[in-house]
């Protein structure tokens, strides 16, 4: 089992910046890729981006990229997501998940979940 707790959300006016973070705990950080989705209501949940286990290898939304930058200290049992140039379009809750496997844009591959942390940016 992974235990996986996000924070950092909140309230940003538009270009604005946040930092979320996911602290993981119950088994060893570095053998799961993780991820980042959000969902906003109404909507389908959607691919953010994602992180080998390593942290060698990233991949991004394109509605997200050169915008968001993911990262990961294992030592920390930590994965980040920094968001810049903030869109109200971005406003969703936002989720963290881990994989065993393979990780990548298909939220049916990970198995574990955040709770989640709200991030909402106003025009």
């Known amino acids: 089992q992974v235990q996986l707790v996000e924070s950092g959300g909140g309230l940003v006016q538009a270009g604005g910046s946040l930092r979320l973070s996911c602290a993981a705990s119950?088994?060893?950080?570095?053998?799961?890729?993780m991820g980042w989705f959000r969902q906003a209501p109404g909507k389908e949940r959607e691919f953010v981006a994602s992180?080998?286990?390593?942290?060698?290898?990233?991949y991004y939304a394109d509605s997200v990229k050169g915008r968001f930058t993911i990262s990961r200290d294992n030592a920390k049992n930590t994965v980040y997501l920094q968001m810049n140039s903030l869109k109200p379009e971005d406003t969703a809750v936002y989720y963290c998940a881990a994989d065993r496997v393979i990780g990548g844009m298909d939220y049916t591959n990970y198995d574990y979940w955040g709770q989640g942390t709200q991030v909402t940016v106003s025009s």
């Open positions: 992180i080998s286990r390593s942290g060698g290898s990233t």
């Open positions: 119950g088994r060893t950080f570095s053998w799961y890729a």
